[in-house]
């Protein structure tokens, strides 16, 4: 009893989809329709220059928005084998097969600090792991770097957020080096203003990006 009573202190006991009661991260009824969920193509309207074709689970909305906002503002982290199981599939319907090299948009420092650590990052690391127990050749490169100062793109307009993802990041390695596709990957396309920066910056170091993979869009067209 004592062990059980010690659990209820530190993890949840509440299905981070829907609220209900749950002994997981995750009720049956939450998972079994996340399970049935089939990852598509994503466009932003108006779509920005430069955005490579992108691929997302669902719409921002309801189970899957709360569990994002659960595991990025809640640091309910035993979310992660859960979206980075999710993601998988996205970058697996993006890019079938192997080599694959998904590259994360980085995190600011302020959202790393808040989110004890880089959120994208550990669910980049999740989804690539799971593609090379399928037997997929998937690496992550932290290829990004986000830029001092940049303020989080949540908190910005549209237009300032174009604005704003112009000098967001900065590529690491002067000649870096990938393997197969590359994909880029977050957690929610809005605008595409930031994912269209990253991969600009990416091609002006000489890497191609192929596809960009995301959980959730808040908007969704086939």
């Known amino acids: 009893m004592f062990l059980a009573d010690l659990l209820d202190l530190v993890l949840p006991a509440t299905c981070a989809g829907c609220d209900e009661p749950a002994t997981g991260p995750l009720c049956d009824p939450c998972r079994a329709a996340l399970a049935a969920v089939h990852p598509g193509r994503t466009r932003p309207v108006p779509e920005p220059p430069g955005l490579p074709p992108a691929f997302a689970l669902a719409t921002y909305a309801g189970s899957l928005r709360r569990m994002l906002i659960q595991y990025k503002e809640r640091n309910r982290h035993e979310l992660t084998p859960v979206l980075g199981g999710l993601l998988a599939r996205v970058v697996s319907v993006a890019v079938p097969g192997g080599?694959?090299?998904?590259?994360?948009?980085?995190?600011?420092?302020?959202?790393?600090?808040?989110?004890?650590?880089?959120?994208?990052?550990?669910?980049?690391?999740?989804?690539?792991?799971?593609?090379?127990?399928?037997?997929?050749?998937?690496?992550?490169?932290?290829?990004?770097?986000?830029?001092?100062?940049?303020?989080?793109?949540?908190?910005?307009?549209?237009?300032?957020?174009?604005?704003?993802?112009?000098?967001?990041?900065?590529?690491?390695?002067?000649r870096p080096v990938v393997r197969g596709a590359v994909v880029l990957v977050d957690d929610i396309i809005t605008t595409g203003s930031t994912l269209a920066a990253s991969a600009a910056r990416l091609s002006a170091a000489g890497v191609r990006v192929d596809r960009v993979a995301v959980l959730a869009a808040t908007q969704r067209a086939a």
């Open 99 to 174: 080599p694959v090299t998904i590259v994360p948009v980085p995190a600011t420092a302020a959202a790393a600090r808040r989110r004890f650590g880089d959120h994208i990052d550990r669910l980049a690391q999740d989804a690539a792991g799971v593609l090379r127990r399928r037997g997929v050749d998937a690496r992550v490169s932290g290829l990004l770097r986000a830029v001092p100062k940049r303020e989080d793109s949540a908190e910005l307009s549209a237009a300032d957020r174009a604005l704003a993802a112009r000098h967001a990041f900065a590529v690491r390695d002067r």
